[in-house]
């Protein structure tokens, strides 16, 4: 079946560091990946998207690009702000089921002044 | 434009006991997603309904359930509740042409 697998958490920065936080995916077909946030005490929000091999998202300063041969949507943030802090999710779905989503375990990010 | 509206937002209910959660979408919104998240499994899609039908549902048992109705609102029930359903209860509404879930605050269930 289709799974998501991202980086362990949690991670820790300096305010102004370099985020990467890796996804990999398995999935049959051709899935649209999304990266989702969570602020403590919220639901999730979309951060960003992407629907097809070579699509780059990119929302608030974090970008994401779908790599169909090595089956990753890694996440990036070139300088990242303490508002930054929250749990990030990898997830997938499958064309024409949209409302499916199969999320990664989530990366809690913590941004330090 | 309101977002999806989750009550209750936290509930505490001792095991064998039933719940029922109420999601209202936002409006326009025809199909409504339920999601489980816990620290052990992370989140997990439990169903999905669209025009008072379940469309999708996901690998849980019997003793959850669901239901739309035909202002697109929606109701989850669990049953016999045990100590592994103390989880945040997500709901997500989706528009009526391609883009994104749009999620609810949760309903926290704690049982005890």
């Known amino acids: 079946g289709n799974s998501v697998t991202q980086m362990e958490g949690p991670v820790t920065l300096s305010e102004e560091a370099f985020l990467t936080i890796n996804c990999t995916y398995t999935?049959?077909?051709?899935?649209?990946l999304f990266w989702y946030v969570q602020y403590p005490g919220e639901g999730l929000q979309l951060l960003l998207k992407?629907?097809?091999?070579?699509d780059k998202g990119s929302n608030k300063g974090f970008e994401a690009t779908y790599r169909k041969e090595t089956t990753s949507f890694h996440l990036e943030k070139g300088s990242v702000q303490v508002s930054d802090s929250a749990v990030y999710f990898c997830?997938?779905?499958?064309?024409?089921?949209?409302?499916?989503?199969?999320f990664g375990q989530g990366t809690r990010l913590t941004i330090n002044p | 434009k309101a977002g999806v509206t989750q009550t209750p937002r936290y509930l505490i209910k001792t095991r064998g006991q039933q719940v029922t959660l109420s999601c209202s979408p936002i409006?326009?919104?025809?199909?409504v997603s339920w999601y489980q998240q816990t620290p052990g499994q992370g989140l997990q899609f439990l169903f999905e309904?669209?025009?008072?039908?379940?469309?999708n549902k996901g690998n849980f048992p019997g003793r959850f359930s669901g239901r739309q109705f035909s202002n697109s609102r929606s109701e989850m029930n669990v049953s016999t509740l045990e100590l592994g359903d103390s989880a945040l209860y997500l709901c997500?509404?989706?528009?009526?042409?391609?883009?994104?879930?749009?999620f609810g605050e949760g309903s926290r269930l704690t049982v005890l």
């Open positions: 997830a997938l779905s499958e064309r024409q089921r949209a409302q499916k989503l199969v």
């Open positions: 999935a049959t077909g051709y899935p649209s």
């Open positions: 992407a629907t097809k091999a070579d």
């Open positions: 409006s326009g919104h025809r199909s």
């Open positions: 309904y669209f025009s008072e039908t379940q469309r």
């Open positions: 997500a509404s989706h528009p009526p042409i391609d883009g994104e879930l749009f």
